[in-house]
Nanobody
Framework: QVQLVESGGGLVQAGGSLRLSCAASGRTFSSYAMGWFRQAPGKEREFVSS????????YYANFVKGRFTMSRDNAKNTVYLQMNSLKPEDTAVYYC?????????????????WGQGTQVTVSS
């Protein structure tokens, strides 16, 4: 079992930056690939990024490439999402997901564990 808690969301102007964190409980964190997803009002949850268990492999949605960077610190049981050059269309609740598998994935059904989400609002 893994419990996930996101933090770091907030209100930022377009062009600004935020760093999201996802803290995991449980001793098996380093066995899990992790992902970030987001959900805007009235829309389905969509994939943002994923990182493998070692942290040396990442995969990003096209709309965040070059702007967002995902990383992890297995010693701290935490994954991060550094978001730069934010746009109003990035406004959403951002969720951290965990999957009991070493490899990255963009498929929401591959993730078994979810946090409660953190709100990111980008003003124009």
């Amino acid at each position: 079992q893994v419990q996930l808690v996101e933090s770091g969301g907030g209100l930022v102007q377009a062009g600004g930056s935020l760093r999201l964190s996802c803290a995991a409980s449980g001793r098996t964190f380093s066995s899990y690939a992790m992902g970030w997803f987001r959900q805007a009002p009235g829309k389905e949850r969509e994939f943002v990024s994923s990182i493998n268990l070692n942290g040396d492999g990442t995969y990003y949605a096209n709309f965040v490439k070059g702007r967002f960077t995902m990383s992890r610190d297995n010693a701290k049981n935490t994954v991060y999402l550094q978001m730069n050059s934010l746009k109003p269309e990035d406004t959403a609740v951002y969720y951290c997901g965990g999957r009991a598998n070493p490899h990255v994935s963009s498929r929401i059904n591959d993730y078994s564990y979810w946090g409660q989400g953190t709100q990111v609002t980008v003003s124009s």
